[in-house]
């Protein structure tokens, strides 16, 4: 498709550094950045691009346009979307129409999009960057000061107003408290009684109101971890190791409250805001309006004016996901990662595919500011650092422990690493908060279930558990982990799986309410279709579900239990802005008793009321082709059993399974976090794999099979012949699942023994061995494999 030149009159071109130096970041920021881009193998610009907000350096969008007339009949042929894509262009044909708005107006409009794009029935074209710009608005300020006379009572009205809310307010507030006419305003503003003038508005996400809380009087272990935190020198870095419920938020509040005091600011990363209203609210009970929060669903003008105001702005905390570690605090005191294991703190695309931690480490080394990594279940990476700090590699001068470490962990292999700089020290918050136990993990075997005749997807443990719920006045959390109804549909009598048309997998089965046509959705690119009646491939009406999401469970809570209300709590229920806090709120008031949600449920959630956790089918969690696989299960599990008895009374957690004898299963049921690393870092260490070695995964994908094939034969052979010792190249081999939004996925894995300096390839070179209609990312530091 031809694209429409974009205007670039010389007097519109400038150098990227020359707009970029221009107050834009402070002076460590342009260090980071370039380091980013180089570690990340990305050129500088989409270093930039990820870090400024996209309203800085101008967001364009792709628009969609009708060309020329269109024949009757000509979309005979086309699928749904297609068509409805074309009524709506042709309803107003010389408008064209943001990429954006049709998503939003059309199912599957990117399908519809590309197949009129074929049809050449419409052309797409970028259109010029927008920038965004301050908002400016209009605002009344009183200045008289002594009593006014003639007055109208209209004009009395509003100088009661002004003088109630401080003398000072937006416009637009003011003809809200009062109906005021811009007219009696002009008199007032004539009479010199009042003056109008255009100010900036910040558009920022507006808290919910919190009422101010003292710090609490920390436990010993707190007060440890505190003191440790606050002596930190230079750019130190420290694992806060606290298990569920060990107070570790208190932890992070009072470290940062003496930053404030020294006239710093502080960053706090967490794995997803929405998630976690809570944890703002706690810092906003603290710290009132010096708690500010960015994160990317913030619109583009809140980016904005919060980037500027962080950059400008007085001492404050921020609070935001992954791409907060490039907030731009000019006097930065501490650095925080909460839940430093969560995965989400990995980019995967666009790129640069960074992890959070590791930028982290950076800003921190460059700010010459403290670091606290802080989990119940540190990931691998943070837990190897800290015996590297052990077994005396790295540097010596900060060899000697704060006096206030308690607790080391053993050694098994004394294996250095190439990833970290720079060894951590270690904190531990060994216990929960009022010496409160971790809740006693249940493991029962479904097998055995099966065996005694119970088929239910619940157990009779869990089903007895439910049934005492609401006598015992208490709430509980069931955990499953998919979202939808059925992972799969599939036919009784042919045996025909369905599946989605664009890429290699199963479409999964959402009930829509009673009545309307139910859905069948791609979970990898989001196609829908509406369920059918008879098997495509035989007719046969006989289609079966399999596999349970958080819709199917609730609806065998509904069956079973129907005494039991219940919320479901996972991304299908929680697309709208808000709706987090709403479900949490109302679970909080005790408007139900369950609360049935997917992974969300896992990321720092404070429900003392609950008692009760249900683990549906921890399997589906343990056997995925990953080496990570294990990690990521145990993390997630113990996380989930983490959430009960965090209040008055215990917590009991029942983790159904088909395979109890699981490591990972043994480990969370024992609480055993340091025996479960320890085992999986050997395996690690036999096989090279991270945090041991290096991975770098390099991810080819084209709509064309056979290119994306070849491409991934020819670089393959390129690194072959590139081979230093200690390099393994895997592949080139199909992804898990080869084709996604209609897109073939090739990838090559290369494998780098720890401690090496490979000399890497020329990426210039490996690039040019792609042809146009091949994609290629490097993926440095691959989370999913
Ligand atoms: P974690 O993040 O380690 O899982 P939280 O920070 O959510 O734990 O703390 C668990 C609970 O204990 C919270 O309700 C918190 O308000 C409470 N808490 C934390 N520290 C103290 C303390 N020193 N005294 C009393 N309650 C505390
Ligand atoms: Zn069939
Ligand atoms: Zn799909």
């Given at each position: 498709v031809e694209q429409p030149p974009v205007d670039l009159s010389p007097d519109k071109i400038r150098a990227v550094e020359d707009v970029v130096s221009r107050g834009f970041f402070p002076p460590a920021y342009w260090e980071l950045l370039n380091r980013v881009a180089a570690y990340y193998y990305t050129p500088l610009i989409a270093a930039i691009r990820v870090a400024l907000p996209p309203g800085l350096l101008g967001r364009s969008q792709r628009r969609i346009k009708l060309i020329g007339e269109i024949k009757p009949g000509?979309?005979?042929?086309?699928t749904p979307a297609a068509k409805e894509i074309l009524a709506l262009l042709q309803a107003q044909p010389n408008k064209d129409y943001s990429f954006v708005y049709l998503q939003r107006q059309v199912r599957n409009a990117y399908r519809g999009v590309r197949e009129l794009l074929r049809l050449s029935l419409v052309e797409s074209y970028l259109e010029p960057p927008r920038l965004t710009r301050p908002k400016l608005q209009k605002a009344v300020t009183l200045v008289s000061t002594g009593l006014e006379r003639d007055l109208t009572s209209r004009q009395q009205e509003i100088l009661d107003v002004l003088r109630r809310q401080g003398g000072d307010i937006w416009l637009s507030e003011l003809l809200r408290l009062c109906n005021a006419s811009p007219s009696t305003l002009k008199t007032l503003e004539q009479k010199g009684y009042v003056v109008i003038e255009e100010r900036e508005m910040l558009r920022q996400e507006q808290g919910v109101l919190q009422a101010a809380d003292a710090p609490k009087t920390l436990t010993a272990a707190q007060l440890q971890a505190v003191e440790a935190i606050t002596q930190l020198e230079g750019c130190d870095r420290v694992l806060l190791h606290g298990v569920t419920g060990s107070g570790k938020t208190e932890v992070y509040l009072q470290a940062i409250a003496p930053i404030l005091s020294q006239g710093k600011s502080a960053l706090v990363l967490v794995p997803e805001i929405g998630l976690t209203p809570q944890l703002t609210d706690r810092f906003r009970a603290r710290f009132g309006s010096k708690v500010c929060v960015y994160h990317s669903a913030l619109s583009d003008g809140e980016r904005y004016d919060t980037w500027r105001q962080m950059l400008l702005g007085e001492p404050q905390v921020v609070i935001g996901t992954r791409s907060a570690i490039f907030a731009p605090l000019p006097r930065l005191g501490l650095i925080i990662l909460d839940e430093e294991h969560d995965s989400s703190f990995k980019q995967d695309s666009p790129i640069p595919t960074y992890h959070a931690r590791t930028v982290a480490q950076w800003r921190a080394e460059l700010e010459n500011c403290p670091l606290v990594l802080g989990s119940a279940t540190p990931s691998l990476e943070s837990w190897i650092s800290v015996r590297k700090r052990e077994s005396g590699v790295?540097?010596?001068?900060?060899?000697?422990?704060?006096?206030?470490?308690n607790h080391q962990p053993s050694t098994i292999n004394r294996q250095p690493s190439t990833i970290n700089h720079q060894p951590t020290h270690y904190l531990s918050l060994p216990e929960r908060i009022q010496s409160r136990p971790l809740p006693p993990v249940e493991v029962v075997d479904m097998r055995q279930e099966i065996q005694e005749g119970n088929r239910s997807i619940f157990s009779r443990s869990l089903s007895e558990a439910l049934q005492q719920l609401q006598a015992r006045g208490q709430q509980g959390i069931l955990f499953i982990h998919r979202r939808g109804h059925s992972t799969f549909v599939s036919c009784r009598s042919c045996g025909y799986v369905l599946e989605c048309p664009a890429c290699d997998v199963s479409l999964s089965y959402h009930h829509v309410e009673e009545g309307a046509p139910q859905l069948l959705r791609c979970h990898y690119c989001n196609y829908s279709q509406s369920h059918p009646r008879n098997c495509p491939e035989c007719g046969s009406p006989y289609l079966k579900f399999f596999g349970s999401g958080t819709q199917r469970v609730a609806q065998e809570i509904t069956r079973l239990f129907p005494q039991l209300r219940f919320i479901r709590f996972d991304s299908d229920t929680t697309r709208t802005k808000g709706a987090h806090r709403t479900l949490l709120t109302q679970f909080a008031n005790r408007e139900a008793d369950l609360l049935i949600g997917t992974?969300?449920?896992?990321?720092?959630?404070?429900?003392?009321?609950?008692?009760l956790i249900g683990v549906v089918a921890a399997d589906g969690l343990l056997h995925l082709p990953d080496y990570r696989a294990a990690e990521r299960a145990f993390q997630t599990l113990t996380q989930v059993a983490g959430?009960?008895?965090?209040?008055?009374d215990p917590g009991r957690v029942i983790l159904q399974t088909y395979t109890p004898d699981h490591p990972v299963i043994q480990a969370v049921q024992q609480h055993e976090y340091e025996r479960f690393v320890e085992a999986e870092l050997q395996q690690r260490v036999a096989l090279n794999y991270p945090p041991h070695g290096r991975l770098i995964l390099l991810r080819l994908s084209s709509v064309e099979a056979s290119a994306v094939e070849n491409t991934a034969q020819a670089i393959a052979s390129y690194f072959n012949n590139y081979i230093t010792p200690g390099w393994e190249i895997l592949g080139p081999a199909p992804a898990n699942i080869l084709r996604v939004a209609n897109r073939y996925r090739w990838q090559i894995l290369l494998k780098i023994a720890p401690d090496l300096q490979p000399v890497l390839p020329d990426w210039q070179q490996v690039r040019s061995l792609c042809p146009h209609n091949v994609s290629l990312t490097i993926d440095v530091d691959p989370l999913n494999l």
């Open positions: 000509v979309d005979a042929f086309c790295g540097s010596r001068e900060s060899e000697e422990l704060p006096t206030t470490v992974q969300m449920l896992t990321k720092g959630l404070d429900l003392p009321q609950v008692t959430r009960a008895g965090r209040g008055d």
